[in-house]
């Protein structure tokens, strides 16, 4: 072939050539991973064969070839702080591998990079310019590629231990903390001499001369918690080559964002920014941004305070003020999405399908951090103004930048670092140990791989066809995670079955209950599960014992399995009303279904009216009453992508899928469709009348664009309507009204309360500036200078405000503290004249003084109020206050 110029082209020629070696094509998968809380993002192609290295989950395949979407900004594996400032960081990146599941191992794994790097027919890449690194035992590396390649002794180089602890390499891979592992063999590309750096293991190997381009990871572990290392049951290979980076060698220039991917990206940049490309920090962290962002959002992610959602707002805040550093003074960045769209679109559809969502959803973060952003640059730019090269900004003063402005400490250390400024970052910890936990370290994502049942026989799904088998096979038993033989009376753990009816929890249905009965005891079943291939069943002995390859009964609850099945029916049938109400930009975040109730949590960035909640469940109702057949086909899934099905939220589907096709047909786009086809491998009625009837009970935000439905079906909605009749009947007997006329008694009533709180307001004010002149009476001098501390009863904090401002005018002059006491609560305020603040401080007074009384407070040197509870000690406290008052006057 003629050799590849293009970020495409590059990405074909890598399928084409794996595909040749009998490599099976595979999608990429969510940067969202798929059941796996040890992952903030997915980071790596493999990812999403964790499972199948760790033989929990096979493949009708050995070997693999992927484009995987990553993303590398939070968590361990976390690139955000160098991008912009470097050659070849990137928060979103695309890693081109090839995988071999117990198949080839390290001779053909070797022998594929050799051949598609540097056979003419590929990419050619001139064989000098190639050095290798191997981890420093690796002997079995190094003869294949000395012996068998003939790379010179000279160009591979052992990496040892280098990070401290054993199997810490730059050529020992893992994944996380647990989870798959294995040494690893790196290939360099020299840039030339021009270009500064050194070779791999040297000290100057940071520099961009030698860059990585391909990494080859021989799993043959399972890391466990405790650092021990399980052999995998099958050795396998897992390589990535970023497609940036070998985008750049194959275009001729030395760094990821000269590519053309990058070079477009820069351009439109700058052309909405109306300037000149010329290869600004800044311009090249926007290039990078918007992909990162738009991939983010279209995979499901919103701008959120925690989590996944917190790293995104951290990414797109980076881009807008890299933005106005280079002069932007009004959104831009959402204008970003059309030109991504364009240069990656073809390879990634999901980014033209949802283009308006990923617009609209950066262009509200924009506009929410433009309100604050021009205030927080005020602040640090006065934080910094006294600050020179080399000196460091406070803790605390990063801390308000955050909790005030919303600066993440890292845009705040992008900002000092062009000053060559730095942060203690440990007063800021003292400030916001949490926030920083949730938002830099993603601790929650902790999981021990090794801890997983794992089971070698898989369990076959009996229960789309019947609830119980009198003859099933108990394969194993388990109890605090290890093997046992037998259960007894009273103890709790797992069963294993060669088949079961039971519903293992998934795709947002919870797991069935019910009993696993032999000759010798009764275990009850309080939650099912899957396990790779494998489905457990979690319970209690409540009779006698159970023992290990016994035959016995199962069976499901049956009442529960139906009111499950109305749920989840009923689920599919709320998204398309969803869908057919808000429109076609709603989609699914994730879902509840259990017999009692059903949760939805859709993507949605306003609120849902009333007149929208109505019209959605009267869809649904129709569709109930409608009473059409719930049609389950197995079918392909390219097949079921043509009929027009929609896939879940978070959901890991095969080559072969379950479809689901409710409601009465309708024409779409000139072609006939159902109400709801979905992809789903859970439960379901035979008909949409056996619902009965859905009601939603609630609807709301939960985060930052998404929102959550939630309703009842069937007999659990018909009581829930009953119960709101006979609360409506027993107001309007207690208002005594008709029931017609409850909400207008209500309204007037309210409207009267309002009334009634503004005139006590009123006449509180009145009182307390009735008290303004007796109070001066109470003024004391202290250290020379006018004090008043008083403590007023009955007066809340917004009438002590009112009564401060006439105090003032009286005695503008003076240190003022007063302290409202109502309803078992304490308004506490401080005025300090401007005159005196270089001496004493009103937020200092008023954090001692909340201090004391176990509240909190703060505020400005002239002025500042908090609140605590009232406490026995009240009195005590505030009349120590006048000595501390004395002492902070010197």
């Known amino acids: 072939m003629s050799q590849p110029f293009r970020s495409a082209d590059i990405r074909k020629a890598f399928f084409d050539f794996f595909i040749s070696k009998q490599h099976t094509p595979v999608s990429s998968s969510s940067l969202i991973p798929h059941n796996d809380p040890t992952l903030l993002f997915t980071n790596a192609g493999m990812n999403q064969f964790k499972e199948t290295f760790l033989g929990i989950e096979p493949r009708d395949y050995t070997r693999a070839v992927t484009s995987q979407k990553c993303v590398r900004a939070g968590g361990k594996h976390n690139d955000l702080d160098n991008v912009g400032y470097t050659a070849r960081h990137h928060t979103f990146f695309e890693m081109l591998g090839n995988f071999s599941f117990g198949d080839?191992?390290?001779?053909?794994?070797?022998?594929?990079?050799?051949?598609?790097?540097?056979?003419?027919?590929?990419l050619a890449i001139d064989k000098d310019r190639l050095y290798v690194t191997i981890y420093e035992t690796d002997d079995e590396a190094y003869d294949i590629w000395h012996k068998d390649i003939g790379l010179p002794a000279e160009r591979i180089i052992r990496i040892g231990d280098n990070k401290g602890v054993p199997y810490a390499s730059d050529n020992f891979w893992t994944m996380g903390d647990t989870g798959p592992c294995g040494p690893c063999t790196e290939v360099f590309y020299d840039h030339g001499a021009e270009i500064e750096g050194g070779l791999p293991g040297t000290p100057e190997e940071d520099g961009d001369r030698f860059i990585e381009i391909w990494n080859c990871v021989f799993m043959q572990f399972n890391r466990q918690k405790d650092g021990t290392m399980t052999p995998l049951p099958a050795p396998s290979v897992d390589t990535g080559m970023g497609l940036e980076r070998i985008s750049a060698i194959m275009q001729d220039v030395h760094s990821n964002y000269q590519i053309d991917l990058f070079a477009h990206l820069m351009d439109a940049a700058a052309q909405v920014l109306e300037i000149e490309n010329q290869q600004q920090s800044s311009l090249k962290v926007i290039a990078d941004h918007i992909r990162a962002v738009a991939f983010l959002i279209a995979d499901g992610v919103m701008p959120s305070n925690e989590g996944r959602g917190y790293v995104l707002r951290r990414i797109i805040r980076r881009a807008v003020r890299h933005g106005h550093k280079l002069g932007a003074n009004s959104d831009f960045f959402y204008k970003m999405v059309a030109p991504l769209v364009a240069e990656m679109g073809a390879a990634y559809p999901e980014l033209l399908e949802k283009q308006s969502l990923i617009e609209d959803a950066i262009q509200k973060e924009e506009a929410q951090f433009a309100k604050t952003l021009a205030q927080g640059l005020r602040l640090l730019a006065s934080e910094l103004e006294d600050l020179?090269?080399?000196?460091?900004?406070?803790?605390?003063?990063?801390?308000?930048?955050?909790?005030?402005?919303?600066?993440?400490?890292?845009?705040?250390?992008?900002?000092?670092?062009?000053?060559?400024?730095?942060?203690?970052?440990?007063?800021?910890?003292?400030?916001?140990?949490?926030?920083?936990?949730?938002?830099?370290?993603?601790?929650?994502?902790?999981?021990?791989?090794?801890?997983?049942?794992?089971?070698?026989?898989?369990?076959?799904?009996?229960?789309?066809?019947?609830?119980?088998?009198?003859?099933?096979?108990?394969?194993a038993l388990y109890q605090e995670g290890q093997a046992t033989d037998s259960l007894a009376e009273g103890e709790e753990g797992v069963i294993v079955l060669d088949r079961t009816p039971f519903y293992a929890e998934g795709g947002g249905q919870v797991g069935e209950l019910g009993e696993i009965r032999t000759p010798s005891g009764v275990f009850e079943v309080q939650d099912t599960k899957k396990s790779g291939q494998a489905i457990i069943h979690y319970g209690v002995v409540n009779m006698g014992t159970i023992s290990a390859q016994q035959t016995a009964e199962a069976e499901v609850i049956s009442s529960i399995r139906a009111a499950s099945a109305k749920n989840h029916s009923a689920t599919h049938l709320l998204h398309a009303a969803l869908r057919e109400v808000l429109g076609d930009t709603v989609s699914q975040k994730g879902s509840l279904v259990s017999s009692e109730v059903l949760r939805f949590d859709f993507a949605y960035d306003k609120p849902v009216s009333a007149a929208e909640i109505n019209r959605i469940e009267r869809l649904v109702n129709e569709q109930i009453q409608a009473n059409t057949p719930a049609c389950i086909e197995n079918m392909p899934i390219d097949e079921a992508m043509d009929k027009g099905a929609v896939a879940l939220f978070g959901e890991k589907y095969g080559n072969e899928v379950r479809v689901l096709t409710m409601g009465t047909d309708q024409v779409i786009d000139g072609r006939r469709q159902p109400f709801s086809i979905e992809l789903c491998g859970g439960l379901h009625v035979e008909r949409t009348g056996d619902i009965g009837v859905l009601k939603i009970t609630s609807e709301g935000g939960i985060a930052a664009g998404v929102r959550r439905i939630e309703a009842v079906t069937g007999m659990n909605a018909i009581k829930y309507i009953q119960q709101n009749d006979q609360q409506l009947s027993t107001l309007a007997g207690q208002l005594k009204v008709k029931r017609p006329d409850v909400a207008k008694r209500v309204q007037t009533m309210a409207d009267k309360q309002r009334e009634l709180e503004k005139q006590l307001e009123r006449l509180e004010q009145?009182?307390?500036?009735?008290?303004?002149?007796?109070?001066?009476?109470?003024?004391?001098?202290?250290?020379?200078?006018?004090?008043?501390?008083?403590?007023?009863?009955?007066?809340?904090?917004?009438?002590?405000?009112?009564l401060m401002d006439d105090i003032k005018s009286k005695s503008p002059d003076s240190i003022i503290v007063l302290i409202?006491?109502?309803?078992?609560?304490?308004?506490?305020?401080?005025?300090?004249?401007?005159?005196?603040?270089?001496?004493?401080?009103?937020?200092?007074?008023?954090?001692?003084?909340?201090?004391?009384?176990?509240?909190?407070?703060?505020?400005?040197?002239?002025?500042?109020?908090?609140?605590?509870?009232?406490?026995?000690?009240?009195?005590?406290?505030?009349?120590?206050?006048?000595?501390?008052?004395?002492?902070?006057?010197?």
């Open 820 to 890: 409202g006491d109502k309803d078992g609560q304490l308004a506490l305020a401080a005025s300090v004249a401007k005159s005196l603040t270089s001496r004493i401080k009103a937020g200092d007074i008023i954090r001692h003084l909340a201090g004391e009384l176990g509240g909190k407070g703060g505020g400005k040197p002239d002025y500042a109020q908090g609140g605590a509870p009232k406490a026995d000690n009240t009195a005590a406290v505030v009349g120590a206050l006048p000595n501390w008052i004395e002492s902070q006057l010197g």
């Open 388 to 475: 020179q090269d080399g000196d460091v900004l406070s803790g605390a003063a990063a801390f308000k930048l955050y909790d005030t402005y919303g600066f993440p400490l890292d845009l705040t250390a992008d900002i000092t670092r062009e000053r060559g400024i730095t942060i203690n970052e440990e007063e800021f910890d003292e400030h916001m140990q949490a926030q920083r936990e949730r938002a830099r370290d993603a601790g929650k994502f902790d999981v021990d791989y090794s801890s997983v049942i794992q089971v070698d026989t898989p369990t076959e799904f009996i229960g789309y066809e019947q609830l119980e088998d009198q003859n099933v096979q108990i394969v």
């Open 766 to 802: 009145k009182m307390a500036s009735a008290q303004a002149a007796n109070l001066l009476d109470e003024v004391q001098t202290i250290a020379g200078t006018p004090v008043l501390v008083s403590t007023l009863s009955g007066i809340d904090g917004k009438s002590i405000r009112t």
């Open 104 to 122: 080839y191992f390290k001779q053909d794994g070797i022998a594929y990079i050799w051949e598609f790097l540097t056979s003419d027919k590929w």
